[in-house]
Nanobody, 125 residues
Framework: EVQVVESGGGLVQAGGSLRLSCAAS????????IGWFRQAPGKEREWVVC????????FYEDSVQDRFTISRDNAKNTAYLQMNSLKPEDTAVYYC??????????????????WGQGTQVTVSS
């Protein structure tokens, strides 16, 4: 059974930090790129960052560049999203997703096969 489970969300003040984890099972984690997406209330889901299956390529959405850092540990079947200097506009449900390596590092949700249930991140001003 495929599982993708996010954790680490919570409530933090502006300027604070959170570290999200994405634990995967039921598929060959190292054969999949990982993306983080987020959806704020009343808004469409948006891509945040992705990392290729080997970790060799990483791309960030402009608004999180220099504040967020994605990483992965293929031995632990886990990806991470370190979020620093958080802003109220970062408030959203954050989703981790896995896409086959052939899609490299995609910002398009349709490329992703497996999704987690999401974890809430709330940044207070």
């Amino acid at each position: 059974e495929v599982q993708v489970v996010e954790s680490g969300g919570g409530l933090v003040q502006a300027g604070g930090s959170l570290r999200l984890s994405c634990a995967a099972s039921g598929f060959t984690f190292g054969a999949y790129g990982i993306g983080w997406f987020r959806q704020a209330p009343g808004k469409e889901r948006e891509w945040v960052v992705c990392i290729s299956n080997t970790g060799g390529s990483i791309f960030y959405e402009d608004s999180v560049q220099d504040r967020f850092t994605i990483s992965r540990d293929n031995a632990k079947n886990t990806a991470y999203l370190q979020m620093n200097s958080l802003k109220p506009e970062d408030t959203a449900v954050y989703y981790c997703a896995a896409a086959p390596a052939r899609y490299y590092c995609s910002r398009y949700g349709t490329m992703y096969d497996y999704w987690g249930q999401g974890t809430q991140v709330t940044v207070s001003s």
